[in-house]
């Protein structure tokens, strides 16, 4: 089945830029999404089609995916933007839906 | 509002069932996929499987097949995830979303429910 990789944690300063990976076989040829998930909280898609955001999310989150790797970047980074963030792809072969693994975000 | 309620939190022992809801609002209810993701406590998001209320067609991810059952009743706007002897590594928080409407290769989740927390303990 398709597997998709991330870092379990990453760690900015508040007011820098954070950027989580998302890795899988040729991830560049599908369409990720991502989800954030705040503690305690359901998760909230935040980018979806690999760089389109819902309303209300702000131009300082965005998305790329390109090979083997999609990116989550978020600039400017402010304390709730700390959370769990979750890549997402559809799997064509398998019909499935996969989750990565999660990144926890800290913001020091 | 557009919203997915799910049920309130259960506690139940070991070899029992249970059934837990999805109910939807605010939209058109048949016309869109309704997924079920498991947390377990302190971990990440599994996808269980999905169902298309309007004829009950349900894709399970292999990993959950057999294990549960999804099911829907479309003249209330409601899904279901079931058990029917329930396992302490059941324990976990149970979403459901809703898969948005488009090509198959651009689905993804756009609506959530808040989550229903399934305690299992003897």
């Known amino acids: 089945s398709y597997v998709l990789t991330q870092p379990p944690s990453v760690s900015v300063a508040a007011g820098k830029t954070a950027s989580i990976t998302c890795g899988g076989d040729?991830?560049?040829?599908?369409?990720v999404h991502w989800y954030q998930q705040k503690a305690g909280q359901a998760p909230v898609v935040i980018i979806y089609?690999?760089?389109a955001r819902p309303a209300g999310i702000p131009e300082r989150i965005s998305g790329s995916n390109s090979g083997s790797t999609a990116t989550l970047t978020i600039s400017r980074v402010e304390a709730g933007d700390e959370a769990d963030y979750y890549c997402q792809v559809w799997d064509y072969s398998s019909d499935l839906r996969v989750f990565g693994e999660g990144t926890k975000l800290t913001v020091l | 509002e557009v919203q997915l309620v799910q049920s309130g939190a259960e506690v139940k022992k070991p070899g029992e069932s249970l059934r837990i809801s999805c109910k939807g609002s605010?939209?058109?209810?048949?016309?869109?996929?309704i997924a079920w993701v498991r947390q377990m406590p302190g971990k990440g998001l599994e996808w269980m499987g999905i169902i298309f209320p309007a004829d009950s067609d349900t894709k399970y991810s292999p990993s959950f097949q057999g294990q549960v059952t999804i099911s829907a009743d479309k003249s209330t706007n409601t899904t279901f995830l079931q058990w029917t002897r329930l396992k302490p590594s059941d324990n976990a928080m149970f979403y459901c979303?809703?898969?948005?409407?488009?090509?198959?290769?651009?689905?993804?989740?756009?609506?959530w429910g808040r989550g229903t927390l399934v305690t299992v303990s003897s």
């Open positions: 979303a809703r898969q948005n409407l488009g090509p198959h290769y651009l689905w993804y989740f756009d609506l």
């Open positions: 089609y690999d760089s």
């Open positions: 605010g939209y058109s209810f048949t016309n869109y996929w």
């Open positions: 040729n991830i560049g040829g599908k369409s």
